[in-house]
């Protein structure tokens, strides 16, 4: 079965540091989102990319996020000056029609 | 089995018990509806997925029960084995192919052997 790859599996860094995620999706899925899950709370949604922009984005995803597809292979979300409340699993979903089949092993952001 | 809310963290069964985890979803234009499972540091793992024209879906060992009038759904689990510890979600959608998933709060099934 096909599956969606994310690197690193666990980022620390110091707060104020910039970070980039990085997430292999499906070849041939035209949908990409990225998640965040606070440690033990619930998966929220930061935002949604299809055709090279942004689709929709969540009230996390302030100006400090950015995401790109640069290659048209990779999928990355960017934090650019990363504070302690940015530590959590992020997650990578990569998606065809409205199957949610696909999420990402995820990576651990720790941020000091 | 036993049946919980989502407002309780933690479903404890014993083995081969049915479980029966519920969920409330808030959106009532939401149509589309899906389990994930996650263990721990893995991402969510697609469980079994209902639309809204339909009242129940079984897979294996797994059955998901919608009911829209009240904005229900729920998660059975038959024979439920160590393996299927873990944190279970309900997630909701609008149909869409570019719509979000939105998750619900998670709940931890223990199995006790």
């Known amino acids: 079965e096909p599956e969606v790859t994310q690197t690193p599996s666990h980022q620390v860094t110091q707060m104020g540091q910039e970070v980039i995620l990085r997430c292999v999706p499906i070849s041939n899925h035209l949908y990409f989102y990225w998640y965040r899950q606070i440690l033990g709370q619930k998966v929220e949604f930061l935002v949604s990319?299809?055709?090279?922009?942004?689709?929709?984005k969540s009230e996390i995803f302030d100006d400090q996020f950015s995401v790109e597809r640069p290659d048209g292979s990779n999928f990355t979300l960017k934090i650019r000056s990363t504070k302690l409340e940015d530590s959590a699993m992020y997650f990578c979903?990569?998606?065809?029609?409205?199957?949610?089949?696909?999420f990402g092993p995820g990576t651990r952001l720790t941020v000091l | 089995g036993e049946s919980v809310g989502l407002h309780l963290p933690t479903l404890s069964v014993q083995e081969g018990d049915n479980s029966i985890i519920n969920c409330a979803y808030s959106?009532?234009?939401?149509?589309?509806f899906i389990w994930y499972k996650q263990e721990s540091g893995k991402g969510p793992q697609f469980i079994i997925d209902?639309?809204?024209?339909?009242d129940k879906r079984q897979g294996q060992r797994v059955t998901v029960l919608l009911n829209k009038t009240v904005k229900h759904l729920s998660l059975q689990i038959a024979a439920t084995q160590p393996g299927d510890s873990a944190v279970y979600f309900c997630?909701?959608?609008?149909?869409?192919?570019?719509?979000?998933?939105?998750f619900g709060k998670g709940i931890t099934l223990s199995v006790r052997p």
């Open positions: 997630a909701e959608k609008v149909t869409g192919a570019n719509s979000k998933l939105t």
């Open positions: 979903a990569s998606v065809v029609g409205e199957l949610f089949r696909f």
């Open positions: 959106n009532s234009a939401s149509d589309y």
């Open positions: 209902i639309r809204s024209n339909m």
């Open positions: 990319f299809y055709n090279n922009e942004i689709s929709e």
